[in-house]
């Protein structure tokens, strides 16, 4: 992998926990992201998103235990450049960590405030280097006016993407109703690329069970946390007829994996030919299977299936991402790591998935 230019696809910051609060005072009171000192008789240091309360360890935040050392590189953007720098990788796609969790909060008007000050920090963040720090903003868009707005002016800023929620409240309308239609067709005209990102939708987060039936049902959880994003993707983006209606619509499906894009891709296409006359879908301009690979890209970190899945959906289909510095992900050892993990694929597959694609998705050079 020594020659190759290694871009992670999805990559993590770790914010300052009380940069909320800092800017925004008390104005919105416990509704913007805070830290409590003490929460149900516990002591320690509790993040309150405004939909569950995350217990976090001392140090580091979401940083994984096998990345202590490197923990700077989550909110210092040099240490960041230093750990690329010694992990010989060209640059990262950079999301929040629990901006992602936040994003959830039911306080509509709290939580664009709270997008707003993440988005600032970011880019912030990622003008230290802009080729090497890819920043993707947080932007839900119920308020499609404000979504429009706040696109603008994070891209003015160096941002290259935005993240909106994976699923929307069962309150709001879907993504699918003409309302957004303003939003999709500004973010095709400016060349935004629009990510569904995990744990950013209805779904909670299973390491952070609000009650002790939450933490009984915590594997179930996890479980529907990986298909959350299947009903938007069908529902919405291709038989609501988004990427119809806006062809260069760039859609970046994040950390789900890819074991269930065979079956995905599979079924969808199923519903235009066999079971087209049961099910009364609207017709498309083409096979949902064919949006794959020039409309909406899936994220791998480490999935078992990746050459399987690969070799059905094509190398164009996936991007590589290292999750770095949370739970699962890889730190220094990441040519290493990647060395074995595409041991099999040729070299230009290499390429492309480890870099090559989310290069063309950003227009990087």
Not at 231 to 258: C, H, M, Q, W, Y
Request: net charge neutral; proline share 6%; hydrophobic share 40%.
């Amino acid at each position: 992998m020594s020659a190759m230019q290694i871009v992670s696809a999805d990559s993590h910051i770790v914010e300052p926990l009380d940069m909320w609060s800092k800017v925004l005072g008390d104005r919105w009171g416990d509704r913007i992201p805070h830290v409590l000192k003490r929460h149900n008789g516990q002591d320690g240091h509790f993040l309150v998103t405004g939909k569950q309360v995350l217990k976090l360890p001392e140090k580091g935040g979401a940083v994984a235990e096998a990345h202590r050392d490197l923990y700077e590189a989550g909110f210092l953007p040099d240490k960041r450049v230093e750990f690329q720098k010694r992990a010989k990788i060209t640059a990262e796609t950079l999301y929040g960590s629990h901006m992602l969790i936040i994003l959830q909060s039911p306080h509509r008007d709290a939580l664009r405030a709270s997008c707003e000050v993440f988005n600032d920090w970011l880019a912030d963040y990622c003008a230290y280097d802009s080729k090497r720090l890819i920043g993707v903003g947080m932007v839900p868009i119920d308020d499609v006016a404000w979504g429009i707005r706040e696109m603008e002016r994070i891209v003015k800023k160096g941002l290259k993407g935005l993240c909106i929620n994976v699923a929307l409240a069962p309150e709001l309308a879907p993504y699918r109703d003409r309302r957004y239609d303003p939003f999709w067709a500004r973010a095709q005209e400016m060349n935004v690329p629009i990510t569904l990102h995990s744990i950013t939708g209805n779904i909670i987060d299973p390491f952070y069970p609000r009650n002790p039936r939450e933490g009984e049902e915590a594997a179930g959880t996890l479980l529907g946390l990986y298909t959350e994003a299947l009903a938007t993707l069908a529902n919405d983006f291709v038989f609501g007829g988004i990427l119809d209606r806006f062809p260069r619509l760039k859609l970046i499906v994040s950390e789900f994996e890819i074991w269930w894009l065979p079956f995905f891709r599979f079924k969808t296409d199923q519903m235009t030919t066999t079971l087209s006359k049961k099910m009364n879908l609207p017709p498309l301009k083409k096979k949902p299977s064919e949006y794959w690979g020039s409309q909406i890209w899936a994220g791998v970190i480490g999935d078992p299936t990746l050459e399987d899945v690969v070799k059905r959906v094509g190398p164009e289909t996936v991007l590589w991402g290292s999750d770095f510095p949370h739970v699962r992900s890889i730190g220094l050892d990441t040519h290493e790591v990647l060395a074995r993990t595409f041991k099999d694929f040729s070299e230009t597959d290499r390429e492309r998935l480890v870099g090559g694609n989310i290069k063309h998705i950003y227009g990087l050079q």
